[in-house]
T-cell receptor, first 115, second 112 residues
Framework: AQKVTQAQTEISVVEKEDVTLDCVYETRDTTYYLFWYKQPPSGELVFLIRRNSFDEQNEISGRYSWNFQKSTSSFNFTITASQVVDSAVYFCALAPNTGFQKLVFGTGTRLLVSP | DVKVTQSSRYLVKRTGEKVFLECVQD?????MFWYRQDPGLGLRLIYF???????EKGDIPEGYSVSREKKERFSLILESASTNQTSMYLCASSRQNSYEQYFGPGTRLTVT
């Protein structure tokens, strides 16, 4: 069975704080992909990153960074120096190796950044 | 820019009505998806299509059907709307061998 767990339902921080969003996944596939999407108040999910299960290198993109650890089945997302515009719901997702590019989503973490 | 549009942002229907939700993408993507989003449940896949006239059930297809007569358009049909189908419905599309899905803005459906 494929499953993605985002245990943090909601996180509130003050601007400029660093924040980490947790994602734990379950899969029996040896090959899979992991994703993060952002859903701002407008409603449209925005793709942030995709990681291949063979690539455990951490990735940094500006204020965003991702920590992929196969040993703990985690794919955590850190925002450094958070800004009000980071306020959104963030979804972690898993793509099993089914060939149909289906995504299994977590329940999301709502991040509220206050000025 | 990839554009996925949905016919309505907000929709109110009565129990028992037949409801059509339309989704159009302009990037010639092969794959299209319908999800529903509910608080505490995240996004759940209802149906997807990998080609014209082809469809596959997702995780929660009961009470729904779909139609894909043209490549750019994917319709979600509620044959007889019920109150438990009140939800946010999201459409997405992707290229044939890509896992990157592009989402529309969603339709918030209320069934009374």
């Amino acid at each position: 069975a494929q499953k993605v767990t985002q245990a943090q339902t909601e996180i509130s921080v003050v601007e400029k704080e660093d924040v980490t969003l947790d994602c734990v996944y379950e899969t029996r596939d040896t090959t899979y992909y992991l994703f993060w999407y952002k859903q701002p108040p407008s409603g449209e999910l925005v793709f942030l990153i995709r990681r291949n299960s063979f690539d455990e290198q951490n990735e940094i993109s500006g204020r965003y960074s991702w920590n992929f650890q196969k040993s703990t089945s985690s794919f955590n997302f850190t925002i450094t120096a958070s800004q009000v515009v980071d306020s959104a719901v963030y979804f972690c997702a898993l793509a099993p190796n089914t060939g149909f590019q289906k995504l299994v989503f977590g329940t999301g973490t709502r991040l509220l950044v206050s000025p | 820019d990839v554009k996925v549009t949905q016919s309505s942002r907000y929709l109110v229907k009565r129990t028992g009505e037949k409801v059509f939700l339309e989704c159009v993408q302009d990037m010639d993507h092969e794959n299209m998806f319908w999800y529903r989003q509910d608080p505490g449940l995240g996004l759940r896949l209802i149906y997807f299509s990998y080609d014209v006239k082809m469809k596959e059930k997702g995780d929660i297809p009961e009470g729904y059907s779909v139609s894909r007569e043209k490549k750019e358009r994917f319709s979600l049909i509620l044959e007889s709307a019920s109150t438990n189908q009140t939800s946010m419905y999201l459409c997405a599309s992707s290229r044939q061998n890509s896992y990157e899905q592009y989402f529309g803005p969603g339709t918030r459906l209320t069934v009374t």
